[in-house]
Nanobody, 125 residues
């Protein structure tokens, strides 16, 4: 229902873009967020946006190196990562909530109602 895609292996520097497409979530969506997850840890919120593509919110993690955006016609939310570093290697997930602002989602006040399966990003030279 949520399908993530993006670069699997990238070199440090430059940029990469991850995509999250809502193919069949059976409910109205309020906000969409991107999260990262290292093995054995909880998913960490990175950036969130409302379902109209407005009110972007960024957490302090990776702040300044991320841009979140939405293409309404494609029902797709993008996460652009600038200057990726080896420590950014992780599984990246998108999640959506039926209620809640982007800020509330990214601050953990709402847990996503739906998750994508995740996409592995490896940053290595």
């Amino acid at each position: 229902q949520l399908v993530e895609s993006g670069e699997g292996l990238v070199q440090p520097g430059g940029s990469l873009t991850l995509s999250c497409t809502n193919s069949a979530v059976p409910t109205s969506i309020s906000s969409v967020g991107w999260f990262r997850q290292a093995p054995g840890t909880d998913r960490e919120p990175l950036a969130c946006i409302n379902n109209s593509g407005g009110a972007p919110y960024y957490t302090n993690s990776m702040k300044g190196r991320l841009t979140i955006s939405r293409d309404n016609s494609r029902k797709t939310v993008y996460l652009q990562m600038h200057n990726p570093k080896p420590e950014d290697t992780d599984v990246y997930h998108c999640g959506v909530v039926r209620v809640g602002t982007p800020q509330a989602l990214c601050l953990g006040r709402y847990a996503p109602d739906y998750w994508g399966q995740g996409t592995q990003v490896n940053v290595s030279s």
